[in-house]
């Protein structure tokens, strides 16, 4: 299936594509591609609060219209559990969220994308130069010890003005803050979670609605 998440990505238009991760139930996703959500996440990663499991992720997967992706988020994870996610839902990418080299990204015959976590300091430009397969670099939030969904924005001035891949923009964005990031950062793609959310893993239909409005906007 040819999803606009991952063509867009490749061939960039005007329009700012929107990813919604962290889906843990099938109401969830089907008010969130009725919003107009091109992406959602599922993630495989047992301590965050918005874990699926293969069953669930694969009834998710089955009740989501044509054209919206299935995202699959990893954090460090074996190539076993991975390739065991993939024999079991229909995943249209991954998500590679971890310390994972190229070279094992590369492996599961998927577009994938890869997380890079702006830790103060960090040479954006060569971590991002190590990733030339990606279908695009998601930047995030850095918070130790924690790997994503921290709901804390970055600076977005500190990435770089040109990067090897589309940028996908996450890291504490709302409805409040996602038209000024856009602005800022004129990213091909927003990633949000838990700025859409009523409680860890149950999304909220009017935020999720009114984020939509607002990157549409």
Not at 5 to 33: H, M
Not at 115 to 136: F, I, K
Request: proline share 6%; charged share 15%; with cysteine.
């Amino acid at each position: 299936m040819i999803c606009a998440f991952q063509t867009t990505l490749i061939n960039p238009v005007a329009r700012t594509l929107i990813k919604i991760c962290g889906i843990t139930n099938v109401a969830d996703a089907r008010a969130a591609s009725d919003a107009g959500a091109d992406a959602l996440g599922l993630v495989f990663y047992e301590p965050s609060r918005r874990c699926v499991s293969a069953e669930q992720a694969a009834e998710i997967a089955a009740a989501v219209p044509p054209f919206v992706s299935i995202v699959a988020l990893f954090v460090n994870a074996t190539a076993a559990a991975i390739h065991s996610v993939l024999r079991s839902v229909s995943v249209d990418c991954i998500q590679f969220h971890g310390d994972e080299p190229a070279e094992f990204c590369m492996q599961f015959q998927r577009p994938f994308l890869k997380a890079l976590r702006m830790r103060p300091g960090m040479d954006v430009a060569a971590a991002a130069a190590q990733y030339g397969a990606a279908r695009g670099l998601l930047l995030d939030s850095w918070q130790p010890g924690v790997p994503g969904g921290t709901g804390i924005t970055f600076d977005w001035s500190s990435i770089p003005a040109q990067l090897p891949r589309p940028l996908v923009l996450a890291g504490g964005l709302d409805a409040h803050n996602v038209a000024s990031a856009i602005a800022a950062v004129k990213p091909s793609a927003v990633d949000v979670s838990g700025g859409v959310e009523r409680a860890p893993g149950i999304k909220d239909v009017a935020k999720m609605q009114r984020f939509i409005a607002a990157v549409h906007g």
